[in-house]
């Protein structure tokens, strides 16, 4: 365990001609105006912190925002480029350093720690400009030894995006679920967590062991030496068995009785690309691209979006690629979407059943076209599929096609290159309004990508990243399961191509049922390709039906979990 802290910003120092002086000092006035915008809000987002912690941190705020309103750092800084001739990184950083060297050679009074403090309080402010010169995003955990385990309160989805899982041995939280956002996003990571264990950032103290168990959902603190022991021998059995499953790549995805079966791989962060290659999966089913618009004040544009859709479809070299549109909402805090006011700062007490997906793209139209524009453009690429969230009526299908044809015409119209035929639009049935709807919205979408996770929470009203209610979180509760089994039979009648996209497709324990209620395409973490296609090549399809059909007869949902999860007694 550890405490976190930033390492410094590195910064090349240079010089500039002269006629560089006023873009310089533009780069540094727009640098200022933004650490103002993060401080401020930052400031406002103090209410929700424990008082002590309020008092603490609020005098410090108050401090960086002196310092970056007409203060000695900024007039320094632009003096520095006017005069010295330098880049404005190299004038910050080095008037940071001027400011922070008078401060510690005042002369010794009775507070050599408060000097040191204000002192580190400028260069932190340094950096902070620094970064936002350089577009750098904060990386909080940059500096962790390696085999760390990061214990906290609570983590959020674009906080783990910039966890780096080469240095983290685990993660765990006391708030938190395992079908969640930063759990999804952790397992993309490959790093080990255990989210939801109430109590557990008091318990532990930093500079503790913690043994973290992943596949068991367990952790102990202060482990004893029998315990870490055996820790140490399940750590090489895993990689030993992980050894074993990348044999499976090269063989066919096939059941016994010759079904083939689609097995993809889910996208979080592009750093996921050599693993997907690893896992054997054949292309990506769900590419989430709010990792585009994650950790950055600003939109990416079109021509960002271009290039980043381009590489994962080229990387994916011949295989399709599914890329969903923004999904912001819910527990996906996106700070850029606020900074440039697409959407406000304090968004709706219930965001799960607010302006999310779908509909925050139908009212923020731009935003919609910019994605569609750069999916198309890079869609010449490779196969290319575009899919819709958080989709609750056929209306919503049928303005996104509309929005979507209008793009690619004028795309044409601007002489840009883009497909013939324009890659198939898909809606995720992720809601119990889109699973019973599903009849409808088969004569409207392309394809359908089932995702269990949001079906669940909706379902069953069960927040999925809530720990209080997480035992109700149950996607074989048979509600979800019948809303899974109605969507695909929609889906199979107008012979339209269905897949699951949820956790759910990749526990290879659920495999079976899937394949009976007639799904022949999963998505899942590239990790869990493996596992899944081996349960796919034991199943014969024949049995999967009949399996399922005794599913589906039951009615009690612990009754489901014994069949489904193998604890069944004999019958
Ligand atoms: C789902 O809800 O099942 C899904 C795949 O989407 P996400 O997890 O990104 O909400
Ligand atoms: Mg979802």
């Not at 790093?191 to 532990?204: D, K």
């Not at 290659?277 to 950790?295: D, H, K, V």
């Not at 198939?424 to 996770?453: H, Q, R």
């Not at 109605?486 to 897949?499: D, G, I, K, N, Q």
Request: hydrophobic share 45%.
């Amino acid at each position: 365990m550890f405490g976190a802290h930033e390492a410094p910003s590195i910064v090349a120092r240079q010089k500039i001609p002269a006629a560089d002086i006023q873009a310089q000092t533009a780069r540094l006035e727009a640098a200022i105006v933004q650490s103002r915008k993060q401080l401020t809000k930052l400031k406002a987002r103090l209410g929700n912190l424990p008082e002590d912690s309020q008092a603490e941190i609020a005098p410090l705020l108050d401090a960086y925002l002196q310092m970056v309103g007409p203060s000695r750092l900024v007039r320094g800084a632009r003096r520095r480029i006017a005069e010295m001739l330098v880049t404005a990184e190299t004038a910050v950083m080095d008037e940071t350093d001027a400011i922070a060297q008078a401060i510690m050679a005042l002369p010794a009074d009775d507070d050599p720690a408060g000097r040191k403090r204000r002192a580190e309080e400028v260069r932190e402010i340094g950096r902070r400009l620094v970064r936002n010169l350089t577009q750098t995003p904060f990386r909080s955990f940059s500096g962790l030894p390696p085999g760390s385990v990061l214990v906290c309160e609570s983590l959020r989805p674009a906080d783990a995006a910039l966890l780096d899982p080469s240095r983290l041995a685990g993660v765990a939280t006391d708030e938190g679920g395992s079908d969640g956002h930063t759990a999804i996003m952790l397992r993309a990571l490959g790093v080990p967590a255990v989210l939801g264990v109430a109590g557990l950032s008091q318990a532990a103290r930093p500079g503790e062991t913690v043994v973290i168990d992943g596949v068991a959902g367990s952790v102990v603190v202060n482990p004893s030496a029998e315990t870490l022991a055996a820790a140490r021998r399940s750590v090489t059995a895993f990689a030993r068995e992980q050894q074993k499953l990348a044999k499976l790549r090269r063989l066919a995805s096939v059941t016994t009785d010759n079904e083939a079966v689609e097995l993809q791989a889910n996208l979080e962060i592009p750093a996921e690309l050599p693993l997907i290659a690893q896992a054997g999966a054949a292309g990506i089913g769900l590419l989430r691209s709010e990792f585009l618009f994650m950790n950055r004040e600003t939109l990416p544009n079109e021509d960002e979006q271009t290039e980043t859709y381009r590489s994962v479809i080229e990387a994916m070299g011949g295989d399709p690629v599914t890329i969903r549109v923004l999904d912001w909402g819910g527990e996906k805090d996106i700070e850029a979407l606020q900074s440039e006011g697409v959407v406000p700062e304090v968004t709706d007490e219930n965001p799960a059943l607010g302006l999310r997906g779908i509909r925050l793209l139908l009212r923020e139209t731009e935003l919609f076209e910019t994605q569609l524009a750069a999916i198309l453009r890079a869609s010449t690429s490779g196969p290319t599929r575009v899919l819709l969230p958080m989709v609750t009526n056929v209306g919503e299908v049928r303005t996104a096609r509309e929005i979507y044809e209008r793009v690619a015409r004028r795309l044409r119209r601007r002489g840009e290159r883009i497909p013939e035929a324009l890659p198939p639009l898909g809606v995720m049935i992720e809601t119990p309004g889109a699973a019973l709807s599903a009849d409808a919205l088969a004569l409207e979408a392309d394809f359908f990508s089932i995702g269990t996770n949001d079906l669940t929470m909706y379902t069953l009203a069960v927040d999925r990243g809530e720990t209080d209610v997480a035992g109700l979180y149950d996607p074989l509760h048979p509600a979800v399961l019948r809303l899974v089994q109605f969507a695909t039979e929609a889906a199979l009648r107008m012979r339209m191509p269905v897949s699951v996209c949820g956790e759910m497709a990749a526990n290879p324990r659920l495999t079976k049922l899937l394949l009976g209620l007639g799904i022949r395409s999963f998505s899942m973490n590239a990790a869990a390709v493996p596992r899944v296609k081996q349960a796919i090549r034991a199943a014969n399809i024949d049995d999967c039906a009949r399996f399922a059909r005794r599913v589906m007869e039951q009615s009690d949902p612990a009754r489901i979990q014994e069949l489904v999860l193998g604890t069944a007694p004999p019958t």
